[in-house]
Nanobody
Framework: QVQLEESGGGLVQAGGSLRLSCTAS????????MGWYRQAPGKQRELVAQ???????NYADSVKGRFTISRDNTKNTVYLQMNSLKPEDTAVYYC????????????WGQGTQVTVSS
């Protein structure tokens, strides 16, 4: 079992920045992958960014060059730095962790609202 606690959402103007944090209840060195999905009203949940235990990262095309995912192993925390925010980034952002054999077990944070005003 992995518990995830998110923080860092809020309201920001277009062009601004926010940093989301996701802290796990266990060492993230042993977690296969962690990342963020987001869901905007009336839209499907979409992958935003992921970082694996080996440090590999991948991003949605819509956020490449603006968002950066990173981790601090000493704090069991993954971060999503979001720069040059756009109104279309408005969504609830959910942290997730893939753990267990082959990363087959999924765990989710409670979600944090990000609102970007134009």
């Amino acid at each position: 079992q992995v518990q995830l606690e998110e923080s860092g959402g809020g309201l920001v103007q277009a062009g601004g920045s926010l940093r989301l944090s996701c802290t796990a209840s266990k060492s993230i060195l042993s977690i296969t992958a962690m990342g963020w999905y987001r869901q905007a009203p009336g839209k499907q949940r979409e992958l935003v960014a992921q970082i694996t235990s080996a440090g590999s990262t991948n991003y949605a095309d819509s956020v490449k060059g603006r968002f950066t995912i990173s981790r601090d192993n000493t704090k069991n925390t993954v971060y999503l730095q979001m720069n040059s925010l756009k109104p279309e980034d408005t969504a609830v952002y959910y942290c997730y962790a893939r753990d267990g054999y082959g990363g087959s077990s999924w765990y989710w944070g409670q979600g944090t609202q990000v609102t970007v005003s134009s």
